[in-house]
């Protein structure tokens, strides 16, 4: 009979112990077999990985061996390298000096040399003596001035300090003083003669006067209340965008306005604030040694300069003073007809000042020369920078932060002169020796300055129930200039030498119209600002070849796109995205790198650091004697390869750098993919593995690739023929160009 089925299913379901303990010796063999292959397989792992980095140790070391034994060599032919375009430069600098000298001392235009102490003595005194007081005469004498005071300028900014001794600069700054304060005061001079017939000039259809002059440096707008109508409200004078408001008590006042608009800044360096006052920490090395040294040796020279700043400091108070002394006895004996003391050119200005009618205003400021002289030598003085910052009132501006653009604007109120009357066929002036007289407002000033008693001071007898508005004013931004960002107003203190914000209220500004309109409590000296560093940090930059000789600056700052063609020893300024009649006295123009540097600043346009801009701006600070050696480097080899920023050198730290390399010999962009990633320090240079793309950053050295101790010689390896030879073609006025735009802008610190 055969079995039951549910009952044979179940018999057949269950192990037998046996079978049971034979499956599990099976289980645990597989499981020792598995765990001694991925034994076998790690230990093979490791074993590979091992030889790996024993083989990259090895690579390395001998890479380093080879690099040691060829460092000494390198490093000698980059001193010399620079040495040789470093004194070929120098010497085409110089002979073009000495040119320019040659040059200005044939020159027979009448117009003196204000490096010749005699030359330019000769011209003030006779100018200063001269009683004409036509504005025409002024006018001419002026830009004559003004243009003598540029050329001492540029000769102090690009004339090594090595060919200017002390006691030379102190003549050329004095000399600089003295000029400026003659051309205000014949200005003074020339706008009270012209008060003086307001009458015979007035205009048929208001009743005043008003008059303008202009050139390219000069704006001189005046206008006198001859109608005294109680609803005047203000005046514009046409084709210079300057307009001004009067309170209803100016309106009915003999008075007369002037706005004198200097396209020149004579103010902002009398102001303590103009000047650095950071402590360098960095002595200058030859550029080739940077290249070489160690984390080590930069920093032992960094403390040695700081442990013997106080004695150079302490030495350097007696130095000012004696040149100071040398200044007032020697050279003033041989020119003293303009080296005066203050005390004695006061003395014999008040004397002509009473024959010819010569008196200066409140307004337009004359310095005391000593006063100017102490002021630098207290400026010369290193401080730390804190301290600067600790005197600086709330309404007080830094000079060091923010900057004046578009000049200066001279805004006066006067009192009118007596006007000639005709009586009879005669015509009748009353003369006053007390020459241009500022006309006091707030109007209750009247009873602490002993103006003298009238009409006015009659109706003011009760001052404290009156109210005095404040005056207004409304200018159109100058083409010279371009402001980033909406402008301040400041105002200047004639007594404190500093710009301050205080007593302006009611600032509108028209972008559209390029207008800005606001008030004042009184009639003051005043220019707009815009922050320093506005265009920093920079998004990105990038140096480009363009042919031998010839590169292209861009970079993207903050707001603005710049580019700064560069050809052989000069440079020039073309702004992406912008106005074309806009700074059109700029772009377009070649120039050597230090004019187009100050250009660009006066201009609004500044993509150019200082050293003590990182109070006011993050930057990623680098090792900059690391920097200084590749800004050097990299301009050597300008002509052949491409250098950009790279968002890796905000991570590799302060002693390293890195950037983006490309040989180029055509003048289209760089493909991305032709870019190379360089790290650089004081002491080494080698390719990178990753890409700019890459996810994360590492220091792996690419394929095929060597350590060098110059940047120079890690460029020149597989370096092309072509690419060679206009690396050794460049000329050494380009390769000076490039390196000092670079320094310049410090395009390695973003």
């Not at 209803?248 to 003999?254: E, G, M, T, V």
């Not at 920023?645 to 760089?670: M, P």
Request: glycine fraction near 4%; charged fraction near 30%.
């Amino acid at each position: 009979m055969p079995p039951k089925k549910g009952k044979s299913g179940k018999n057949k379901g269950k192990l037998s112990k046996a079978e049971r303990e034979r499956l599990q010796r099976e289980e645990e063999e597989r499981k020792v077999r598995e765990e001694e292959e991925a034994r076998l397989i790690a230990e093979k792992e490791e074993a590979e990985r091992l030889e790996r980095e024993r083989k990259v140790q090895e690579e390395r070391e001998r890479l380093e061996s080879k690099d040691r034994d060829r460092r000494e060599d390198e490093l000698t032919e980059l001193r010399l390298l620079l040495q040789e375009n470093s004194q070929a430069a120098n010497k085409w600098y110089g002979d073009l000096r000495a040119k320019a000298k040659w040059d200005r001392y044939m020159q027979c235009d009448g117009s003196p040399d204000p490096s010749v102490p005699h030359e330019i003595n000769t011209f003030m005194n006779l100018w200063r003596d001269n009683k004409c007081v036509d504005i025409n005469s002024v006018w001419l004498k002026s830009t004559l001035a003004i243009s003598l005071i540029d050329e001492l300028d540029q000769l102090l900014a690009e004339t090594p300090a090595f060919e200017l001794n002390e006691k030379d600069v102190m003549e050329y700054k004095e000399t600089i003083l003295n000029l400026q304060n003659l051309t205000h005061c014949k200005l003074n001079n020339a706008t009270e003669e012209i008060l003086k017939s307001s009458n015979l000039l007035a205009d048929t259809e208001t009743g005043n006067m008003q008059t303008m002059i202009k050139n390219k440096n000069l704006t001189l707008c005046i206008w006198a209340n001859l109608n005294k109508n109680p609803r005047f409200k203000g005046y514009e004078f046409s084709d210079t965008g300057l307009s001004f408001e009067l309170p209803k008590q100016l309106a009915l006042s003999d008075i007369a306005v002037r706005i004198l608009h200097t396209q020149y800044d004579h103010l902002s360096h009398l102001s303590n604030t103009f000047y650095t006052r950071v402590k360098k920490c960095v002595t200058q090395s030859h550029p080739a040694s940077l290249a070489g040294e160690s984390k080590d040796e930069s920093k032992e020279g960094e403390v040695e300069l700081l442990e013997g700043e106080p004695k150079e400091d302490t030495q350097s108070v007696p130095l000012i003073e004696d040149e100071i002394q040398s200044l007032k006895s020697e050279d003033r004996k041989q020119s003293a007809m303009s080296l005066v003391s203050t005390k004695d050119e006061t003395r014999s200005l008040a004397e002509k000042n009473k024959e010819e009618g010569e008196n200066k205003t409140d307004s337009l400021i004359e310095v005391n020369t000593e006063d100017w002289l102490c002021a630098v030598q207290e400026a010369s003085l290193p401080a730390p920078a804190q301290d600067q910052e600790d005197f600086l009132q709330e309404d007080t501006v830094d000079l060091r932060q923010f900057t004046p653009l578009g000049g200066i604007y001279y805004f006066d109120v006067f009192k009118l002169p007596p006007q000639p009357q005709n009586i009879k066929g005669w015509t009748i002036v009353q003369l006053l020796d007390t020459g241009l007289q500022t006309f006091p407002y707030p109007m209750e000033t009247i009873k602490s300055s002993n103006s003298g008693s009238g009409k006015l001071d009659e109706k003011e007898t009760d001052s404290s129930s009156f109210t005095f508005p404040p005056v207004g004013v409304t200018i159109s931004l100058p083409d010279t200039v371009m402001f980033l960002e909406d402008p301040q107003v400041a105002r200047w203190d004639a007594e404190g030498k500093q710009w301050k914000t205080d007593c302006i209220s009611d600032v509108k500004y028209d972008k559209e119209a390029k207008r800005i309109s606001f008030k004042m409590d009184t009639f003051y000296t005043f220019t707009l600002l815009q922050e320093s560093h506005v265009n920093m940090p920079f998004q990105s930059w990038e140096l480009r070849p363009l042919g031998l000789n010839n590169a292209i600056l861009t970079v993207t700052a903050a707001i603005q796109e710049v580019e700064i063609i560069i050809k052989d020893g000069q440079c020039m300024l073309n702004l992406l995205h912008s106005n074309k009649d806009n700074l059109s006295h700029i772009r377009g123009n070649w120039m050597t790198p230090a004019a187009l540097i100050r250009a660009m600043r006066s201009a609004g346009v500044n993509i150019f650091v200082e050293e003590d801009s990182e109070r006011f701006v993050s930057f990623n600070s680098k090792n900059p004697q690391a920097e200084q050696a590749i800004y050097e480097q990299m301009a050597l080899a300008s002509s052949a390869y491409a250098f950009s920023w790279s968002k890796w050198n905000a991570v590799c730290g302060t002693e390293h750098i890195v950037i983006q390399v490309s040989e180029h010999l055509n003048t289209d962009n760089v493909a991305d993919e032709d870019w190379a990633l360089y790290l650089l320090s004081a002491n080494r240079a080698l390719r990178l593995q990753i890409t700019e793309y890459s996810e994360e950053f590492s220091t792996d050295l690419a394929e095929n690739s060597e350590f060098h101790s110059t940047f120079y010689h890690m460029l020149k390896d597989g370096i092309s023929d072509a690419a060679l030879n206009k690396i050794n073609q460049s000329h050494s006025l380009f390769i000076d160009c490039v390196q000092k735009l670079l320094i310049a802008t410090k395009v390695l610190s973003y």
